[in-house]
Structures are given as structure tokens and as C-alpha cells.
């Protein structure tokens, strides 16, 4: 069964300083991994996604994430905070087997200040 | 170019009424998900239809849910004689095709309340 866990609920960065949100996954197969971020009030949009053809993986508005196999991890990184990155952020599995549905973890509220 | 359409974005129902939950997946789209965002928790998955089939419902409360997707128009989330713990917002996610690989997009959600 595939899960996700995701360390701190809640991280606060200084706007220009690194953004590092956590995401441990457990699977019993080769998973398929995924960040996406939740603006108040909005949907889902996807930030990134791991599908096996690069352990470092880049996405949209300057984000990146790298798959570590030995650690069970997808941490989702950017190298400058800015304050419209302030969101939720989710990580999510799905693997084969697991019927297409994604498991998300219980997410990380970004805050950047000034 | 339109994305995933849910509405509506708002709901309020009284206990014991019914609510009915529509989503229009995105073009060329023939798969839909359903998920429900409790407050302060992440995304639980609730149900996967085809088009005219249900595929997976292992997320769906036993009782007073239900969810459909017609050949033709929206797919339905209903829940009968709502309670206080329905209260969540509610998303819908389409893909082109049902593979775990899948990208899934998400509509913006229905916010539902019930008094």
C-alpha cells in the first residue's frame, strides 16, 4: 500500500532565502510521485512529477524535487522564496496496483516573509 | 483550452438535504476522480469513473454517497441527507487516459457547508 508523509506542517522562509518542503512516500513498487500547490481557496495545480526518467526533476516557477530511492524521499526545493511561492503544498503517490488513485500527504503551509 | 469546471463553488445545505456536486472534466478527458479536503487535512480519494462506469470507489462513505458519469454531461457527486461532517471541499481531477502515470488535473472545487 502506498503512503506519504510529510514532515512540518507548517514552514516559514525569509523571502530570497531556500524553500526545502519534506516528503517521504512508502510503496511497495516503483512509484509514481507528484508536488502540487493549493492557493487559497483554488484547486490543485501540479508543480512537478517524477515518472523514473530523472531522479532530479524541475518544474514550474522555479521549483525542482529529487527522487531518492535509498532515502524513500521527494523533497521539493527552490533555491529563492518569493512571496507569491506563500501556498499549501502537497506531495502525492500513485503507484500500479494502487487503482490510479492518488495518496496525498497531509500537506505544508509555506509562509514567506518579508 | 478550458480546464476541469466544478460547480458549484459554493454550497450551503441544511442537514438532511441534498447535495448534488457536478464536474466537467477537461476536453478529450474520459476519466474523473473524486477527492474530499477535510479542513486542515490533505486530500482523501473518494472515487474513479469512466465514462458510464465506476471504476473504484474504495473511498466512498458507505452510506448516502453516490457518484456517477453519464454518457452524456457532467459527472455527479451526490450525497443524500447531508450531516455537519460532510462539510469539506470537495475536487474533481480528470486524465486523458487511467493509468497511474497519468498527470490528473484538478478543478477548483466545490466548497460545501451544511448548517
Known amino acids: 500500500a502506498q503512503s506519504v508523509t510529510q514532515l512540518g506542517s507548517h514552514v516559514s522562509v525569509s523571502e530570497g532565502a531556500l524553500v526545502l518542503l519534506r516528503c517521504n512516500y512508502s510503496s511497495s513498487v516503483p512509484p509514481y510521485l507528484f508536488w502540487y500547490v493549493q492557493y487559497p481557496n483554488q484547486g490543485l495545480q501540479l508543480l512537478l512529477k517524477?515518472?523514473?526518467?530523472?531522479?532530479l526533476v524541475k518544474g514550474i516557477n522555479g521549483f525542482e524535487a529529487e527522487f531518492k530511492k535509498s532515502e524513500t524521499s521527494f523533497h521539493l526545493t527552490k533555491p529563492s522564496a518569493h512571496m507569491s511561492d506563500a501556498a499549501e503544498y502537497f506531495c502525492?503517490?500513485?503507484?500500479?496496483?494502487?487503482?490510479?488513485?492518488?495518496?496525498f500527504g497531509t500537506g505544508t503551509q509555506l509562509k514567506v516573509e518579508l | 483550452n478550458a480546464g476541469v469546471m466544478q460547480n458549484p463553488r459554493h454550497l450551503v445545505r441544511r442537514r438532511g438535504q441534498e447535495a448534488r456536486l457536478r464536474c466537467s472534466p477537461m476536453k478529450g478527458h474520459s476519466h474523473v476522480y473524486w477527492y474530499r479536503q477535510l479542513p486542515e487535512e490533505g486530500l482523501k480519494f473518494m472515487v474513479y469513473l469512466q465514462k458510464e462506469n465506476i471504476i473504484d470507489e474504495s473511498g466512498m462513505p458507505k452510506e448516502r454517497f453516490s457518484a456517477e458519469f453519464p454518457k452524456e454531461g457532467p459527472s455527479i457527486l451526490r450525497i443524500q441527507q447531508v450531516v455537519r461532517g460532510d462539510s469539506a471541499a470537495y475536487f474533481c481531477?480528470?486524465?486523458?487516459?487511467?493509468?497511474?502515470?497519468?498527470?490528473?488535473?484538478f478543478g477548483p472545487g466545490t466548497r460545501l457547508l451544511v448548517l
Open positions: 502525492a503517490v500513485s503507484e500500479t496496483g494502487g487503482g490510479n488513485k492518488l495518496t
Open positions: 517524477y515518472t523514473s526518467a530523472a531522479t
Open positions: 481531477a480528470s486524465s486523458p487516459a487511467g493509468n497511474y502515470q497519468e498527470t490528473q488535473y
